[in-house]
């Protein structure tokens, strides 16, 4: 998996929109889309903001650093 499949994944698993994750992170909606499709890396910010959002523990988004 990468890490955007894996970041979708965790959204969808939590039944949020990506409209309401962009929002929480302070993202535009079409930048968490391109980190989902791995057209774009999210910054250590980011994906642990995600991993909060996500309720999703940080370490098991870790070894994408």
């Not at 959204?11 to 968490?32: C, F, G």
């Not at 940080?58 to 070894?63: D, F």
């Amino acid at each position: 998996k990468t890490l955007g499949s894996l970041l979708r994944e965790l959204r969808e698993q939590r039944k949020l929109l990506i409209s309401e994750v962009a929002a929480s992170l302070s993202l535009d909606q079409t930048m968490l889309s391109k980190i989902q499709l791995d057209e774009r890396k999210p910054t250590k910010e980011q994906l642990v903001h995600s991993a909060i959002k996500t309720k999703n523990q940080p370490m098991k988004l870790k070894h994408f650093d």
